[in-house]
């Protein structure tokens, strides 16, 4: 009876004298990751773009407060969307499509905590200067949602949901059979 007997070797591989040698200066890639955007242009994360739409929506609503103009406010918050989608990357645009609505309330909230300070009742004060800002912000939210959308749907969006779709049943199917 013979027996196998299961070795690991690690093989190194030789440089050949042709083979040319990176210079320390060369950039260098993880595996699988793309070189960096070309320069000039600024590409955001989702995270970025979302938080670039709180910080937006924070200082227009400081800034309709002391000018006391509300459509200051609205107007920060459409031009915020139509810069993000145009800066985000292709990839999380689905991320960031999804945003809009939540990161106006986070910077509208952040406004209200600060311009609520020395209020006999901050919590009463933050409710109601919220509130107030929604209602008033109602159809700036809407049309600068909606050219957000109307932009991704442009820059490439139908693909992200194709994508998360093949995903998602990919999963689906691999948890089925687990199952099984």
Same mark, same amino acid.
């Given at each position: 009876m013979t027996t196998r007997r299961d070795t690991w070797e690690v093989r190194v591989p030789r440089r050949s004298a042709a083979a040319p $040698?990176?210079?320390?200066?060369?950039? $260098?890639?993880?595996?699988?990751?793309?070189?960096?955007?070309? $320069?000039?242009?600024v590409r955001l994360t989702a995270r970025g773009a979302v938080l670039c739409i709180v910080l937006a929506s924070l200082v227009s609503a400081l800034l309709a407060t002391?000018?006391?103009?509300?459509?200051?406010?609205?107007?920060?918050?459409v031009l915020a969307c139509?810069?993000?989608?145009?800066?985000? $990357?292709?990839?999380?645009?689905?991320t960031l499509?999804?945003?809009?609505?939540?990161?106006?309330?986070?910077?509208v909230?952040?406004?209200?905590?600060?311009?609520?300070?020395?209020?006999?009742?901050?919590?009463r004060s933050v409710a109601i200067g919220v509130g107030l800002r929604l209602t008033d912000a109602a159809p700036w939210l809407f049309g600068g949602t909606a050219l957000l959308l109307v932009i991704a749907l442009l820059r490439g969006l139908p693909q992200n949901v194709r994508e998360l779709r093949a995903e998602l049943t990919t999963r689906h199917r691999r948890g089925s059979r687990r199952l099984s």
């Open positions: $040698r990176r210079s320390a200066s060369a950039p $260098r890639h993880r595996a699988g990751a793309s070189p960096s955007p070309p $320069r000039g242009r002391a000018v006391a103009y509300p459509p200051v406010n609205g107007a920060g918050f139509g810069l993000a989608v145009l800066t985000v $990357r292709p990839q999380d645009l689905l499509s999804v945003s809009p609505p939540l990161a106006y309330f986070c910077g909230l952040l406004a209200e905590c600060v311009l609520s300070v020395g209020a006999d009742s901050v919590l």
